[in-house]
């Protein structure tokens, strides 16, 4: 038996590690996971003094202020926590998992597991998947897709002395000689794998200046899960996009049975007091046929509220319909751009205007809330997309929503089509970030103010030179006070905190 702990950076959901600790507990190893830090959502007069190690994301919330997803700087006493309780599980070997935002963190980390631990260190995740040549500089393992039979087969070998050398999916620096082995074939049926592991058992997390035990349910107040893997579509900003060439040949989307994912829904239910089911899945609207027979058995064996993504080519009537009548369901749709040129030439995307405009028509007519997610500070947009854009979220039926409280901005990630795009002409391409100031408020007032009213504010010199001053129109809300205190609390204080917070929450 090996003693394994894996570390999630930033990430406190962590589905994959979460897979990847099961099939660990499963082969019979000793798991013990830790939450590194939670990715907080701050306005700026919160912004710590300290700059961040990794990149900080910004975006624009709903009451029109900027907001910065801030990955804290790891403190001295939760590096030196982190150390100590490595040393006392005795452990064998320390999986990181990480995505690209985080890797100088990871770095980091890697070092003082190696210097002051001891231990050997495997980086995986969507970063070593996507990037490893360049990782692999800076961890002596890492693993690429799927890790939920590569990782058992690396830590078996390690700890027994044999091979790790020739592992498919694992890459090994041994004795200066880097080993790239193949990707091996996706996991084609996903129900052989054992049910991701929402135990709080040996789980952890070092934030606040201290290494708390998870308590209770070890996730979120909703019971996240994604009842599938992959995507069919190739959007040329996101993980799709790189890993479709990947696996080409192999079946890429898979899901679930019925059977299996509400077997896992039950168990929550009964195990935790789960009240809202958050389907992770990058498009649940996806298979119609499965849709058919999982919906009205959740809605008889579960009856929870619950959420989901969905994509506009996958919102026709019927499935509108199979979704409204499972029960009470919130909706989000990926828009991304109102304009047909950036969505075609830009983004790869196969949901044309008139398509997102039927699909938001066919949820408001089942009587289903949504949310849209629109990518924003996309410096290849021209003045006239951005128009689009907004006239886009001005004809979509009300009301309209704009997902997570935030604008997102475009992010340029390792190896995707859009940072390659970008890439060849950043230079003479920067950001225009006044224009950007001015329509991403309008975005957002859109949610609140009538059309007319937004197109009198688009036509007005005054705003478009001020663009700050929209903010008068956003209503006083505070959203982000809200997440603040849901997301920063380390877990073991959530519960005694839980009653203080309920005014301001509900407030
Ligand atoms: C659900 C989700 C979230 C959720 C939950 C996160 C989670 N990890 O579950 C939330 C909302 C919290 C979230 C937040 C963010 N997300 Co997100 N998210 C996703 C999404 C849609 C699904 C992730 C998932 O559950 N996959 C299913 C599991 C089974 O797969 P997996 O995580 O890849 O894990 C497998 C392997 O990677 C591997 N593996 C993973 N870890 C390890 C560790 C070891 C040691 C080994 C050996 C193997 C291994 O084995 C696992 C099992 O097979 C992905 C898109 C996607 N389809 O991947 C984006 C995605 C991961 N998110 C992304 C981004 C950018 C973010 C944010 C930065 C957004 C933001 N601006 O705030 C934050 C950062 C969070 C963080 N700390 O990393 C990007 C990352 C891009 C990149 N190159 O880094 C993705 C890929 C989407 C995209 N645009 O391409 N996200
Ligand atoms: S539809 Fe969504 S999940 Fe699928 S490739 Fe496009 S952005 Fe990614």
Known sequence: ??????????????????????????????????????????????????????????????????????????????????????????VDVVGISLTSKFINTARQVTEW????????????????????????????????????????????????????????????????????????????????????????????EISNDGVWPRVDRDCWDDFLFSSS??????????????????????????????????????????????????????IFSIHKEWLKVFLPRYKEEIGLPYWCYVYPQQCDKSICKLLADAGDVEVRMGVQSGSEKVLEDQYGRRAPREMVLEAANNLTEAGIEYQIDIITNNPLEEEEDCIATLELLLDMPRPVRIGSDTLSYMSFFPNYDMTNMYEAVKDSRPL?????????????????????????????????????????FFPGQAPMAVQLLQRTIPQGFRDKAKDALTPVLSG
């Open 432 to 472: 225009n970030e006044k224009r950007y100031g001015f329509y991403n408020r309008l975005f957002l007032l859109a949610q609140y103010r009538s059309p007319e009213f937004i197109r009198k504010l688009h036509r007005s010199s005054y705003f478009r030179n001020h663009p700050e001053k929209l903010q008068y």
């Open 229 to 282: 893997r992959g995507c069919p579509y190739k959007c040329t900003f996101c993980i799709h996009n790189v890993m479709h060439d990947f696996f080409k040949g192999q079946r890429y989307v898979r899901r679930h049975s019925v059977d299996y994912t509400l077997e896992i829904l039950k168990r929550a239910k009964e195990e935790y007091k789960v009240t809202k089911i958050h389907f992770w899945d990058d």
């Open 113 to 204: 597991v190696k210097d002051e631990v001891g231990a050997p260190v495997i980086w995986g995740g969507i970063e070593p998947t996507i990037n490893p040549e360049e990782d692999i500089n800076y961890t002596d393992y890492l693993c690429r897709g799927e890790g939920d039979h590569a990782i058992v087969e690396f830590v078996e070998a390690l700890t027994s002395g044999g091979d790790v050398t020739s592992i498919p999916n694992i890459w090994a620096r041994v004795d200066g000689t880097v080993h790239k082995n193949e990707f091996r074939p996706l996991i084609q049926d996903l129900d052989t794998l054992p049910f991701p592991d929402f135990t709080p058992d040996n789980k952890y």
């Open 1 to 90: 038996m090996a003693k394994v702990a894996l570390i999630s950076l930033y990430d406190t959901v962590a589905l994959g590690l979460r897979y990847l600790s099961a099939s660990l507990k499963e082969a019979g190893h000793e798991v013990t996971v830790i939450y590194l830090k939670q990715y907080e959502v701050l306005m700026r007069e919160d912004l710590p003094d300290e700059g961040a190690i990794d990149e900080v994301n910004y975006g624009l919330c709903s009451r029109g202020e900027i907001v910065y997803c801030y990955p804290r700087l790891v403190s001295e006493p939760e590096h030196k926590g982190l150390v100590a309780l490595l040393k006392e599980k005795n």
